[in-house]
């Protein structure tokens, strides 16, 4: 597997292995192994949450559940969870904007070019037409776009916290 191909699969399914909107962070980390902490979202409230299994960013409502997927692709090298391995994989990087735009045609996933106003330098994204699934580039002068990150969210879900008196999982961050 190559980083392009996890990349166009994720477009295509909006989920790496069980990592995707609306799973609990209990059976992603069942399958995958406990995520790397990366701290509260806001200083006053402990939820939302964000978590990690190498690039590839989490947010965890306090229902447990995953609102939003973004894996960072700007890096020399990019660590993507191997579903069913509980390991990462390590990919050279960057992507270029042609490169990404080919293996999402050679997967058959449809995608439309969007023009964004912001942030400066990241005015150019492909959203996958059955997922949502955006990836955003970064273009320098003079060089073709580079793939910054992948992102996928829900806007809403049915948001139950967990009881108060039941045991602790392990992700009370």
């Given at each position: 597997m190559t980083?392009?191909?996890?990349?166009?699969?994720?477009?295509?399914?909006?989920?790496?292995?069980?990592?995707?909107?609306?799973?609990?962070?209990?059976?992603?980390?069942?399958?995958?192994?406990?995520?790397w902490d990366i701290g509260?979202?806001?200083k006053r409230r402990r939820w939302p949450h964000l978590f990690s299994y190498g690039d590839a960013e989490f947010c965890v409502c306090r229902c447990r559940r995953v609102t939003l997927i973004s894996v960072q692709t700007w890096?020399?090298?990019?660590?993507?969870?191997?579903?069913?391995?509980?390991?990462?994989?390590?990919?050279?990087?960057?992507?270029?904007?042609?490169?990404v735009m080919a293996e999402l045609s050679a997967i058959n996933c449809p995608f439309t070019s969007l023009t964004l106003r912001q942030p400066p330098g990241q005015d150019l994204a492909l959203q996958v037409d059955s997922t949502g699934v955006t990836f955003t580039f970064r273009a320098e002068a003079g060089s073709e776009p580079l793939l910054d990150s992948a992102g996928h969210w829900i806007s809403t879900h049915e948001c139950a916290p967990p009881e108060a008196d039941a045991p602790d999982d392990g992700f009370g961050a």
């Amino acid at each position: 597997m190559t980083a392009i191909r996890t990349l166009a699969e994720f477009g295509s399914t909006a989920a790496i292995g069980p990592l995707h909107c609306g799973a609990t962070i209990n059976d992603i980390a069942a399958a995958l192994g406990p995520p790397w902490d990366i701290g509260r979202v806001s200083k006053r409230r402990r939820w939302p949450h964000l978590f990690s299994y190498g690039d590839a960013e989490f947010c965890v409502c306090r229902c447990r559940r995953v609102t939003l997927i973004s894996v960072q692709t700007w890096r020399d090298a990019i660590e993507l969870p191997v579903p069913g391995t509980g390991r990462l994989a390590t990919f050279a990087g960057p992507l270029t904007h042609t490169r990404v735009m080919a293996e999402l045609s050679a997967i058959n996933c449809p995608f439309t070019s969007l023009t964004l106003r912001q942030p400066p330098g990241q005015d150019l994204a492909l959203q996958v037409d059955s997922t949502g699934v955006t990836f955003t580039f970064r273009a320098e002068a003079g060089s073709e776009p580079l793939l910054d990150s992948a992102g996928h969210w829900i806007s809403t879900h049915e948001c139950a916290p967990p009881e108060a008196d039941a045991p602790d999982d392990g992700f009370g961050a």
